[in-house]
């Protein structure tokens, strides 16, 4: 089904209600998504992006009720990753000498994808299309987040076709950010940006001002995921400013994966010291054995500091703490305090383990962190405690 955006652009993308994993099981989307494409309908006809490959068919019998093929002028390949481009070879077999507009990264990520010969036309930032009335105007967005990334920006209608950035993945039949559930939006907003945006903050920062210096009009952002963002429009990229310089809340986490018990005994004592000496920080306590993984990294970019625990298993720590460490590493957070902490019998090297492993990830480490043997008595637990009021302290 389509739906019309303005008189001249239709939304002809799909929305993928069942979709729980995304970049195979590394993004869970509780929420769905979708995979928005835009016709143009000016005196020249564009189709901005596809759809992902499962619905490569459905698209274009779809697209096919909406318009004769042979009427698009031009298509705008804004990313070449499998999401946008996966229905390009069925539409490309019904219009295989169609101009592909997108950048010089873009045309070697489709090739080296798709392995076709299509009719490329590379762009750069301010290179310009004549649809008719309006303009298309195109704006490099390397590594954000591919290096072929770019936004496409439509004169006249001030719409700004930004594809990944902006997005949220989020399936919602209403289309618009005003007529969904906000905090649904907004915790789905959040966690694409901590869990895909985050090691690219400085570029984010830096192609916002650029395109803010362009002092376009902006009515509508259309991205590739989730809502298209109409009420405000512009709210998205303030928020992206914040999100992007180094964000915090008043928030420590703490995530620990335990064996029987004894770490997260260690835990729940640490944030009663914490709560006792800043009753007024957010405290979250996670099992990163049964949390969602892609949750956990939206707590850690919220918060200013967090507390890593496991006990220590044959020489090492967990493998639900190892597998989020090797996620934190990728997305470079900045500006986060640490520590951490763990149960053990013997050995008990974990806690410096994972103090040198959070200091590689680029967090710093507060103090040696806290172990304690075998199960907590009172006095132990009475010491992470201590422990927790310790690191309040230390993070102040
Ligand atoms: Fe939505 Fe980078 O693909």
Redesign the pocket.
Known sequence: MSKKITDKVTWVGKVDWELKGFHGHEYSTDKGSSYNSYLIRDKKTVLIDTVWQPYDKEFVARLKQEINLDEIDYIIAN?G?I??SGALPELMREIPNTPIYCTKNGAKILKGHYHQDWNFVTVKTGDTLDIGESKLVFVEAPML??PD?MFTYMTGENILFS??AF?QHYATESLYNDVVDQSELFVEATKYYANILTPFSALVIKKIEEVLSFNLPVDLICT??GVIWKDNPTQIIHQYLKWADNYQENQITIIYDTMWNSTRKMAEAIAKGIMEADPNVTIKLCNSAIEDKNDLITEIFKSKAILLGSPTVNGGYLYSIGGLLEMAKGLKFKNKKAAAFGSYGWGGEVVKQLSEKLTECGFSVVNEGHRSLWVPDEQELDNCVEYGKQFVEATR
Do not use: K, L, Q, R
């Open positions: 990313h990753e999401d946008h987040h591919w990334s594809n990944d997005g590739s995921h």
